[in-house]
Each structure stands twice: as structure tokens, then as C-alpha cells.
């Protein structure tokens, strides 16, 4: 089954806006995490959150975990045009692996 | 701060050529996976190996795949015949134990078949 689904496909803000994004998943998990990706790279750690948490903060990201609704936010407060990349979420079960979701494409204007 | 390295940035193939990926875990690691990305689509798991096995593997990593770690730093993939349909991002990952801790992913080696 696919895990970990992102909405909206993709967002369009202005510099010092916030920016929301939605992962939906449908097993249970281990833990949530959040990775970002610029154009063409690699994938950058943002945050994991475990099964037994709520919410987190790291910095300007704040990851919220609802395991009854299945579901994650991530906000980035204050974004910059540097925050301008790919957001994909990626559950972990006991299956030992991540399964990303499709990814919510931010641009941030300056 | 210890980072997951990959080489070859780029390769390009011809199809039916072997080829193999090469990575470079973190040091106190010792969970590795290799996942791939299509371009334009989502990122997907291959394989995971720990302990010198092969852990799980995903209904993409069919026999013309296969993973080793051949010393105690490197940890390779090899596509013995590749096809088109293999041109994709590669991304080598590793992390101390899952559950408790992120995967460090690599910068990726992009895969060109022709």
C-alpha cells in the first residue's frame, strides 16, 4: 500500500509567509520524517517525529503528528527563497523501510 | 558533520551494460539501503542490508539486482544488464538503527541508460 501521501501537490508564497503542507499514510507507523530536496539533488533530513509524539519543532519547521487521523503537518514560519524545494514525507513502519510520498513542490517569491 | 558520499555523480550506459553504484555509509552506521527516483516521481525504496544480509528488498530489485559490502566502508549496488526503464536517480542511505534514528541519505548518483 502507498504511505504517506502529500497535499498540495505544490504551493506558491510570498518571502515571509508561512507555509503549510499535509502528509497523509495508512499503516501504522514508526515514526514520521520529513526530508527536502532542491532541483536535481539529494535528500536533505528535516525532522523525524516517533509515533509517541505530537509535535516538533526544529528551528523554523514545526511537524505536528495526529496517528488517529493518520496524518502530518509540516510549517515552515517565515519562509525564504532559499526554503524554495520539494518536501516529501516519509513513514517508517516495522517493515524497515521509508515510503515516501510524492512530495509538495514550495516556491517561495521573493 | 559525517556525511553519506556517492560515486559516480553521473553515469551514463548503454543498455544491457552491467554497472555498479558505489556509496559510502557513515562510519558507525549499520543499517544501508539504496532507493531510486524516476525522474518527476517519488522516491522508492530497493533494498535494505544489515549484518552482511540483505534485510528486505522491494518487488523492483529482481535478480538483475544485487547489493554487497565488499570492506568495511563501501556498499555498492550492481545492475547486471541495465534497461531504460532503470535510468533514475540512485540514493544510498544509512542510519545507526531504524526506528529510533533519520536515514542520512547520499547526494545520489543519476543513472543514465541509453
Known amino acids: 500500500s502507498q504511505q504517506g501521501e502529500e497535499d498540495p501537490q505544490a504551493l506558491s508564497i510570498q518571502e515571509g509567509e508561512n507555509a503549510t503542507m499535509n502528509c497523509s499514510y495508512k499503516?501504522?507507523?514508526?515514526?514520521l520524517q520529513w526530508y527536502r530536496q532542491n532541483s536535481g539533488r539529494g535528500l536533505v533530513h528535516l525532522i523525524l517525529?516517533?509515533?509517541?509524539?505530537r509535535e516538533k519543532h526544529s528551528g523554523r519547521l514545526r511537524v505536528t503528528l495526529d496517528t488517529s487521523k493518520k496524518s502530518s503537518s509540516l510549517l515552515i514560519t517565515a519562509s525564504r527563497a532559499a526554503d524554495t524545494a520539494s518536501y516529501f514525507c516519509a513513514t517508517f513502519s516495522n517493515d524497515y523501510k521509508l515510503s515516501f510520498g510524492a512530495g509538495t513542490t514550495v516556491t517561495v517569491r521573493a | 558533520e559525517p556525511e553519506v558520499t556517492q560515486t559516480p555523480s553521473h553515469q551514463v550506459t548503454q543498455m544491457g551494460q552491467e554497472v555498479i553504484l558505489r556509496c559510502v555509509p557513515i562510519?558507525?552506521?549499520?543499517?544501508f539501503y539504496w532507493y531510486r527516483q524516476i525522474l518527476g516521481q517519488k522516491v522508492e525504496f530497493l533494498v535494505s542490508f544489515y549484518n552482511n544480509e540483505i534485510s528486505e528488498k522491494s518487488e523492483i530489485f529482481d535478480d538483475q539486482f544485487s547489493v554487497e559490502r565488499p570492506d568495511g566502508s563501501n556498499f555498492t549496488l550492481k545492475i547486471r544488464s541495465t534497461k531504460l526503464e532503470d535510468s533514475a536517480m540512485y540514493f544510498c542511505?544509512?542510519?545507526?538503527?531504524?526506528?529510533?534514528?533519520?536515514?542520512?541519505f547520499g547526494p545520489g548518483t543519476r543513472l543514465t541508460v541509453t
Open positions: 499503516t501504522s507507523i514508526n515514526n
Open positions: 542511505a544509512s542510519t545507526q538503527r531504524p526506528g529510533d534514528y533519520e536515514q542520512y
Open positions: 562510519s558507525n552506521h549499520l543499517y
Open positions: 517525529i516517533r509515533s509517541n509524539e
